[in-house]
Each structure stands twice: as C-alpha cells, then as structure tokens.
DNA sequence: GAATAAATTTAGACAAGGCTAAATTTATTA
DNA sequence: TAATAAATTTAGCCTTGTCTAAATTTATTC
C-alpha cells in the first residue's frame, strides 16, 4: 500500500492534470501548500514506484497504475461526502476537510458496500460526478457560467471551488446544485453576471460565474 | 491535536489499565507489538504532554486529560464497528480492522451525528459498551465463563478475545451476543466446560470459556 | 545569442517513530 | 546479601517526509 502523502501526492496530480497535461512541480508545491524541493523528492519516490511518469524538470503525468490509484481515491473522498450530507445532514460546505481524512481509509470492500448502502449515487453533494467500483465514470460537458452568452439558459451542475466559504455565499444566494438559470443581462464594465432564476434575479460577479458550472 | 501512534499508544494503555493498576513497558510493548526502547520514548513524550504518569522503571498510567483521549478514540471504534455490521451488514468478525483505522478520523461533529443516526447504540457488535459523547459508559459486571459454577445460568454479553478466528469459531456454535446459556458440566481433566443452550448441547474449552463474558 | 530570470533539482538538516545493542536498574534467588 | 536474571532505559542509527540554501537547468529578453 501506499503511504497518506503518497496517496495526496496522486490525487493532486490528477486533478492538477484535468486542466493540464503536465504538471509542474511549482504548480504542484503550490496545490500541495509545501516546497519545491518536497515535491521533487515525492516525485522520484513515484516514479521509482512507477505511479507516475517523471523527466526532471519536464513535470508529470500518471501512468495507468497511479491513475487507477487517484480515482479511487477520489471516489472514497465523494462517497464519504454524499454518506455526510444524505445521512448525517451535514451542509454540502461543511464535509470536504472531514472526507479529506476519509478518503484514506484503506478497504475497498467498504467502500463498495458504502456505496450501495447510498444506491449508488453518481455525484457529490458539489456535483462531482462519482467514479463507480471499476473506476469508471462521466465527465460532464460542463462549461463556467462565465462563458454562457446572454438569454442562454442551462442548469447548476457544479462548482469549480470547493471553499466554505463560496458554498456557502451559493448557499445563501440559493445558487445550489440543479437550479435552472437564465442569462438575462453581462455588464460591460466588470462582467457582472445578472441571472434569472425561478424565483428572482441574481447579480453575480465575473469571479463567481467563473466557479459555477453549467449544463446547458 | 495528538499523532496516530500517541492516539495508539494512548488507547492501549488504557486497555491494558483494565487488568493491572500500572502498566508495564514490556506490557505494552507486546501489546503494540514493538520494542522496550520504542515504547519508552513514546512513554516521554505522553509524559511531556501530560497525558500519562510516567516514573522511570515504574510504568505509567494515564491522567484524566490521557484517559479522555483514550475513551473518545474507543467510543469512535465502537460506533464505527456499530455502523459497519448494522448498516453496511458485515458480520462481527469483519469489522476490527477496519474501525482500527477509522476511529482515527478527527471530527468529534461527525462522530456524535454517526451516534445519533444509530439511535445511540449502547453496545458495539461484540457486547462492548460505547461512551456517550460525554464519555460516560457502564462497566457491566461481567464473569469469564469459566468462572461460572455448574447448573448456574447466564447470558452471553461480551468477548475478551476479538480475534476473527475466534469470532468466526464461536458464530459456528452459534454462541452469539444474548444467547442464554447454562454450564451443564465441568471437566475435571482439562477444564472444558458443556453448555446447555436453548437449542443444543456444546462443549467447549476452558480457553474458550476464559475468553467468553457472561451476565449471570 | 549572451545575459538575466524563473523553475527545478541537489545537498544537507530536522522531527517523528522505530530498531539494535549496550548500559543501567530492579527483582529474584542461592 | 551477593550474584544472577529480568526489565527498562540510553545511545546511536535508519526511514519518511519535510525544510532552507545552493547549484543547475530552462525560459525569456535585450
């Protein structure tokens, strides 16, 4: 098995590697929130291990081996974060830390019968799709509400940051997880977003409709 | 907050507290299956935190502040064990290990929600009574089976040994939590003990006996 | 295309937790 | 009570994962 920061090691990488085809080690030091040179050592300790595809100062990638590793791991962190929400009512801003840890509990078999205890469910309480028991899973076409012109419409589906405190402003804003908007109107100035909802419309800044995901 | 092997090391002693006044670093060097030397300087550091009395030579036991670590970290094990066998349906002698690694997850939040979920069990799969989020809990009266006298009666409440195999050996007899049991005889020879139970006639080994927990 | 800047790696250190071997203390026994 | 045995602690070393500072490589710019 692999160690708890082996582990972390992994699943940033992945998700480092969904917007890029190579990580770098700064870029990974910065997500990791520890140094350049940390990374480095980890990084050889990978490749020795074969998880990842390392050339000095070139960056990474995963191989099939620690790809398979990273996604389950991914699929613990959003079990456990459907099992906090659906089961023990926690608040979709309020489980991430707590599935950090989670998500390292080591047997499969629980996590297999974890998730049919919840039916199965296919996304986290923030959207995110849930890889099944063969690691398989859709990603969603989903585009920032940034880039959805005006009188478009679509459906919330998901949110780039994962902070307490955006889930939270969402929350308040009830901008939650298959609200159906409208793009009624995109300042010129700041590229303020103004939405038509169900219920009311909503000014939003550029920022927020950058982290807000739409099916259209 | 505490390491995994201080949260260990913590819980162990405190198992070990049960049986003798002092424990001993050779106790406990056994008990967590590594060296004296080991032990001693983790014995240090506890001491350092003020979480155990430690005199060089003299064994240690644990302060109020250690003994409330020790019995959160085993109210967590207990529920989570709870949690596996009634809800994910593994059976009792599955879920040790497991809860090994679970009763090590931070949020006291998440396990007082998980007790409330479960209805506030009182007793984890193997009879083992859980704390309350107070930490409070009692300590049954039990006897060892072999301890019983002949033609005397009682009830199944609780296992010394949590050993698969041993779990496993006494599911087969079907000598399970609650089952009501009378000592029919005693075997000069070795000590083996036959039972009267409702359904049949068994017999067992004084070992066997020992490791078994009746309320009379 | 050299010179500077940015990114990355190497070298050397540290803390946690563990181990072996040696020294010391306590217990036991003749 | 002296001698031996058992238990415990100390000393010194190892691994993992981290850090800072220095060296090296790659990128950029004039």
Redesign the pocket.
Known sequence: M?????E??LKSIYHLSLDTENV????L?AF??????????????LAEKALIN??????VNLTVAGEKIAVNIIRKHRLWEYFLVEKLDFKWDEVHEMAEEMEHISSNELIDRLDKFMGYPKHDPHGDPIPDCNGLFKIHNLKPLSAIAVNESGVICGVRDHSPAFLQYLEKQSLIIGKKITVAEIIEFDHSVVLQTTDKEIQISREVANNLLIAL
Chains 1, 2 share one sequence.
């Open positions: 692999n160690t708890l920061a082996e972390n090691y770098s080690t700064n870029q030091a990791i929130n520890t140094k350049a040179s940390s990374v480095t050592d980890m990084l050889k300790k390392y050339t000095p100062y070139q960056g």
